[in-house]
């Protein structure tokens, strides 16, 4: 089987590192806003990491078929030569973790760095991981309940 | 095209309201690097002396340099340059958090402030264009609520907000910038400067990036970075934050303790960053692009200290509100940082202020005459958060400790001189220089700003750290010969320490990767790697040092336009005398003068004055600061 992105927010320090690194692969420069992975920093105390959960949504709503599912990886990549930079995918993800280039204008999103993602290669604290996907599968639901039950003081 | 840097820098006059972009030039940026080497070129060169800092001519540089907001791990800085109002002296205040960066982002290396607005305001940056925009309504607000209230304003929660609190509207002279809500450009009193130009905040954002010129070796230097760091020598720096310090500087009877009268605290496990960790901490928070994360996010849940979560406090605070003035009550302190952070304070000098007044009211100086009744007794928690209230508001016996330690020593008499524990009129930070280090004794008698551990580095590296920093192919004296020597090779060893610690400053680094050995830190030398590939300018290390060289004498040069020269390179009285008990009992400071003779002929400057001989000025290629 193989490997997905997960996140544990409680080891995030809200650093932005992986948004650094990202820009840096795909750009060759450094610039949060042309980044792939997001980091919400806010206060008091919240630091998520939000990244692309590879759903597919946006492979269905692409009125050019430039959305296609990477064989290898299964991450959902995009073919440049063919997307319009229409933003139909932006409109329909349910994370918000896909944008326009500002500069390139057409969609980007996180394609898991074909198998080798720098932002976890590259997290100082292990909050970003690239797991076997049964494992990240329990760590999320794991994640997601405690999230959402009632904290007992 | 521009690499590593964002090539503009902004000058905003506040009395005509206008504003002007400027092309920095690429030569001259070098020869200085950038943050505050370049910075104390602009205000060297635009601020005849003698001005009075609180005046309209007085100029503020909020300056980043080549690898803030890079992936330079220790990239999460910006220096608010400046003339302060507490010492007369040159000022530099760092700080962290996110706001240098999105300065860079915005398109900004640079922002020189000027003039006076004629009502409140604050100017807003984003993306290459300026606002100035009316703060009146802000007037009045604490940092947090300001910082607030400007998210719903420009409805962006991804803005970076610098404000000051009612300290700095009301100008303390240690009033500090707080910026991203809990991270101060404290020292100095720049809150006091931003109050007197009515400006309440400056605000910035922007989706602009920064170029590398060299991506897969830039890459390739920030990973061997990484690497490195995962050794560095002060662990307990990432893992317990700062506040780990407490036990550790205790045991080893170099903690200050009620007004540097010791230098061990008996309560100190009531207070330790173990305990902080433990029980207050609510998460570890990161500066932008830092990958240690020593700051914490903690609160006080419930009881008559309770505050809301906010960052800090530090090993500094934690002296400073702690110990220093008796106190050992660690939801006090939080407490009093969080005061300092809201209404804009310097914690070292608040708590220095404090615990001068509590040795005054020892010693009978003051009296409940003087405090409305309220008894200045060491150790009491509730009255040192008293007076942080009183003296952000400038209420009561406030307005007094307000003006910093030497002007209240001024006031009360020659008695209490022998209490006022600064440099040139800035009061000490949390090390004890008779018994930590004699580096830093030299450190305190000579930093520009004043007493001053941290700009341009901790002294203590050398001898109580034991380590070269990448110095030694420099010729840093090796190896230490032991903390409590005071031969003139102290002075020597300052020379190297300054200026490895002034290529951060130049920078725009944090200086706390700067603190290790090869393999362990960011060497001089891991710095020029990481810069060439960031700004294809191939420097060397050997280049760094020389523009650091270049800031560290200018620096001095701004001071000695002010009237300052050996004269004013001394230390507290107290130093002079032994610490009374604990574990350092007996230390003290006897052969200061030896050691700055030595320091002065390391750097080329004039024995008697201290100052930078011509030559050295020529040989910098600084011929315009030759007196």
């Known amino acids: 089987m193989s490997k997905v992105l997960v996140v544990d927010p409680s080891l995030c320090t809200g650093c932005h590192r992986c948004e650094m690194w990202c820009s840096l692969t795909k750009y060759g420069e450094i610039n949060p806003s042309r980044s792939n992975v997001y980091v919400i920093r806010r206060e008091p105390a919240v630091d998520v990491p939000v990244v692309c959960m590879q759903c597919g949504l946006c492979i269905d709503v692409c009125p050019t078929g430039a959305l296609k599912r990477d064989g290898a990886t299964d991450a959902v990549v995009v073919d440049e030569n063919i997307c319009t930079g229409c933003g139909t995918c932006v409109k329909v993800c349910p994370y918000g973790v896909l944008r326009v280039d500002e500069e390139t204008e057409v969609a980007a999103k996180c394609d898991l760095c074909s198998g080798s993602p720098a932002c976890v290669n590259h997290c100082p604290h292990g909050a970003l991981r690239y797991e076997d996907a049964g494992k990240a599968a329990a760590r999320r639901r794991e994640i997601w309940a405690m999230a959402h039950g009632v904290r007992i003081r | 095209m521009w690499y590593g840097f964002a090539g503009k820098l902004l000058r905003v006059n506040l009395t005509s309201g206008e504003f002007k972009v400027e092309e920095l030039d690429k030569n001259e940026l070098r020869k200085y690097m950038g943050c505050v080497g370049y910075a104390a070129r602009l205000l060297y060169q635009e601020m005849p002396g003698g001005i009075d800092p609180l005046a309209p001519e007085a100029k503020v540089v909020l300056a980043t340099g080549a690898v803030t907001g890079t992936l330079c791990p220790s990239g999460g800085s910006y220096e608010v340059c400046y003339k302060s109002p507490l010492t007369g002296t ?380 990448g110095m030694k192919e420099f010729g840093i004296p090796w190896p230490p010969t032991g903390m409590q020597d005071e031969s003139p090779q102290k002075g020597v060893v300052y020379r190297y320490v300054a200026l490895q610690g002034e290529i951060s400053e130049i920078l725009g680094a944090c200086i706390f990767y700067s603190w290790g050995t090869e393999g362990s830190c960011i060497t001089p030398q891991l710095y020029a790697e990481i810069v060439s590939a960031l700004t294809g300018w191939d420097v060397t290390a050997a280049e760094l040092m020389t523009a650091a060289e270049r800031s560290w004498n200018l620096k001095r040069c701004f001071n000695a336009r002010e009237g300052f020269t050996r004269k004013d390179d001394k230390l507290p009285g107290r130093f002079a005398q032994a610490i009374p008990d604990g574990p350092s009992a007996g230390a003290r400071v006897e052969n200061l003068d030896a050691m700055l003779d030595a320091y002065y002929e390391a750097m080329g400057w004039d024995r008697q004055t201290g100052l930078p001989a011509p030559e050295k000025l020529r040989e910098l290629g600084l011929e315009f600061a030759i007196n």
């Open chain 2, 90 to 469: 040159w000022n530099q205040a760092r700080s962290g958090g996110a706001f240098g960066p999105k300065l860079k982002y915005a398109g900004f290396d640079f922002v020189v402030i000027e003039g006076k607005a004629e009502e409140p305001v604050y100017v807003y940056i984003h993306d290459g264009e300026v606002e100035i925009k009316p703060a009146k309504h802000l007037w009045g607000l604490n940092v947090e609520e300001t910082t607030d209230a400007l998210i719903r304003e420009l409805d962006d929660p991804e803005i970076s907000v610098a404000a000051i609190g009612q300290a700095g509207e009301n100008g303390v002279l240690y009033a500090a910038l707080i910026n991203d809500r809990g991270r101060a450009a404290g020292r100095g009193g720049i809150g006091a400067v931003f109050g007197s130009k009515n400006l309440k905040a400056v605000v910035v954002n922007g989706r602009g990036g920064i170029k590398v010129a060299r991506p897969k070796e830039f890459a390739e230097a920030v990973e061997k970075a990484e690497q490195w760091l995962k050794n560095y020598p002060f662990g307990s720096i990432p893992s317990l934050g700062t506040v780990g310090l407490v036990s550790l500087n205790n045991s080893l009877g170099i903690l200050p303790t009620k007004n540097f009268q010791t230098a061990h605290f008996e309560k100190a496990d009531q207070i330790s960053g173990e305990l902080l960790n433990r029980k207050y901490q609510i998460k570890r928070r990161a500066c932008y692009g830092c990958s240690f994360a020593c700051g914490r996010y903690t609160s006080v849940g419930s009881g008559k200290f309770a505050t809301p979560p906010m960052e800090g406090p530090e090993y500094e605070t934690v002296d400073m509100l702690g110990p220093i003035c008796g106190v050992a009550d660690l939801e006090a302190i939080i407490r009093g940082n969080y005061l300092c952070n809201v209404y804009g304070l310097d914690t070292i000098s608040t708590g220095m202020s404090i615990a001068f007044a509590m040795e005054c009211y020892e010693k009978g100086l003051l009296t409940d005459r003087d405090t409305e009744g309220m008894p200045l007794r060491w150790g009491d928690g509730e009255v040192m958060v008293k007076l942080v209230e009183k003296i952000a508001h400038r209420e009561g016996i406030g307005a007094l400790l307000a003006q910093g330690v030497k002007r209240m020593a001024e006031q009360l008499g020659p008695a209490a001189e022998e209490a006022a524990i600064h440099v040139k009129g800035l009061e000490l930070p949390a090390h004890e220089p008779r018994s930590e280090s004699k580096v830093l004794a030299v450190q305190y008698a000579v930093s520009p700003r004043g007493g001053c551990h941290m700009h341009p580095n901790w002294a203590s590296t050398w001898d109580f750290g034991q380590l070269d920093c």
